[in-house]
């Protein structure tokens, strides 16, 4: 039975085109996913079947759900299907609860909206509801007092109080660590299975898609490219543009060999502590241990990997490797001297390559400016002609063109910023950089060539890094070693092929099964 | 650019104008009184009338605006040349001993009513203009300081600031590179209003003769001198309110302009 029809949906921002022609298809009790790289329309798609398209937004088509258009409903009609025929969930479940109120009210909010029950039994039935999504807290918690995964079944729970025929989520687990979205996976499907609603999942992540749902559509441009059932559609992508996407997404890069075993960071036994609330006026504070006695070596050249969940400390340690932070016991050392923050010839050995690529750079300062930031380490900055040199070189190291240094940040890219970033990082020479989530906020194409571009610069002169990342397939394909972190501490660590193909640690045995995996696809390695 | 920032820089150009111009030229000499020509209505000889002493009002209106614009701006620069820095240093001692030295200092400061307080300093130093600048000025570094430390404390936890310190760059360094051209607009924009509220403080301490002293002119004094006459010559109290008025009035638009305009994430489209 078809619960939602698109058809021929065209919406225009500002006589900008953003989507054009969608048609789409979806019965009740089933999961279609939308995905496509950012930009590619999915979110808008799914707003405009909320009746949420952005101000100024002009739409045309028609937008199905059980016989009604919503595009040419009216909002109070609209507000009154909202919640009660349709619900949705967001990607950032902190933001989409409001902090100040207990999860219990604002799911019995909306039952109170759209039904005439006494408060009590909307509460009881909010508590029923909570129990339903998997919750094991009691109603009466703040948002903040919950976990990343909790707060979404909340989301959850809020999106299906009033048991409504469609449920779009928006990237529900994209904020989420392995573990917890393999359970809000199977929480989903779980429950449109009980219910029998259809789910319009909006995701980048090609494998989740592969994994759950029972029809994909593929976006580019504002346009749906392919479409099909998955087994169809994963047998036989017409369109060259899924077969990128899918090869893109299991990209496996080419390292060279490590040269040497000489030893160039060492981490020994270091212990974070940060201070906690105090729980008596003048009593002590109690502390937090962040990293518990973690120790680590990277040899030059050696490429290192290191995965974990949020929390874990990898960030911690990230910034106590950098000398950024104080820790509280153990060594750090790079070529056996002790890392500090005011020794510049030992900071200039190491750099750094941060997950944003909106917030790591100044927006005020020129590209130019931008990546010579690290020439303060050095004793004798080149100046004048050597400067323009190095920044040239630079540029063209990370392969971007030489008139990029007289620009701005904003002019560029999520995946040039990352390139710029690599170049801020390579300008000094260091031996070791950090890359941290490095290419987590990339799409999936956009990605593919930046671990490439890594790469690369391993070939051209021995490089060592530590590679943070919580994307499993990415540490695989790019590091020769990998160590597991949790609650900080290192669980497990070797030759990275050793520990994904046979993990000893019970916690590495249950990120690499969370994991979802994308199909083994026969002509994925010569579509790029 | 907004109707707001075109009639409030209009407004406040105009005013500086005037200021400007009372140093070359002003239609007469308001020093010298004349009787028998006072309370002349507008028009005729003297454009805007003439006072109680016979003064030409346009002339006053002139050289009241100097002094107006002068204690005001040299009063925002006080505290902005103090208050930003003592923010930057919070922020980058955020959490420190330090920091809550500043804060609550500033707090201090902020607890006293200022209008109050000013009067107070005037009255032990005696009334004069540079008084008057001081006690406003003090009024005007918590405000700024605050500002710039709340401004300055979330992009400190910014990645940009962090590559930094990867690349050996000290606390006060970064506030100077990266801190402060990030809150510039935000400066500005507060500066802008700081003035407005600088004229206002001025307008009343002489109001009620703390501020500058005669034969100096000012918009608070020609205003306390007037406010007996209103019902026999009612212009001679209007013209001094409405330059105070407008002029408040035009560097609160261009404040909030110049906000649109240097933020465009704050732009409205007015449909």
Redesign the interface.
Known sequence: MTLLTIKDLSVQIGGTPVLQGIDLDMAAGQITAITGESGSGKSMTALATMGLLPQGAVAQGQILLDGTDILQTPEPALCRMRGNAMGMVFQEPMTALNPVQTIGAQVAETILIHEQVTKAEAHARAAAMLERVGLKVAPTRYPHELSGGQRQRVVIAMAIAMRPKLLIADEPTTALDVTTQARILDLLQGLVDEFGMGLLLITHDLAVVADVADRIAVMQHGRIVEEGATPDLLRAMRHPYTRALFAASARAVDLPPVPTDAPLLAVRNVVRDYPTKRLSLFGPRPTFRALNNVSLTINRGERVGLVGESGCGKSTLTRAILGLEPVQGGTITVDDAPVSQGDHALRRKMQVVFQDPYGSFNPRHRVDRLITEPFHLLDNPPKGEDRAKAIAKALKDVGLPPDAAGKYIHEFSGGQRQRLAIARALIVEPDLIIFDEAVSALDVSVRAQVLDLIADLCRKRPLAYLFISHDLSVVRSITDRVLVMQAGKIVESGVTETVFANPQHPYTQSLIAAAPQLPELAYAADAL | MSRNLIIGAGLTAFFTGLAALSFLWTPYNIEVLDIPNRLLTPGGAHVLGTDHFGRDILSMVMMGARTSIAVALVAVGIGMGLGVPLGLWAAARRGSLLDDLIMRGNDLVFAFPSLVIAILITAVFGPSAINAIIAIGIFNIPVFARLTRGAALPLWE???I????????GAARISVE?IL??IANLMIVQGTIQFSLGILAEAALSYIGLGAQPPTASWGRMLADAQTLVSIAPHVALIPGFAILLTVLGLNLLGDGLRDWLDPRLRV?RT
């Open positions: 910014r990645d940009f962090l590559a930094a310190r990867v690349s050996g760059k990266h051209p990030n489209v």
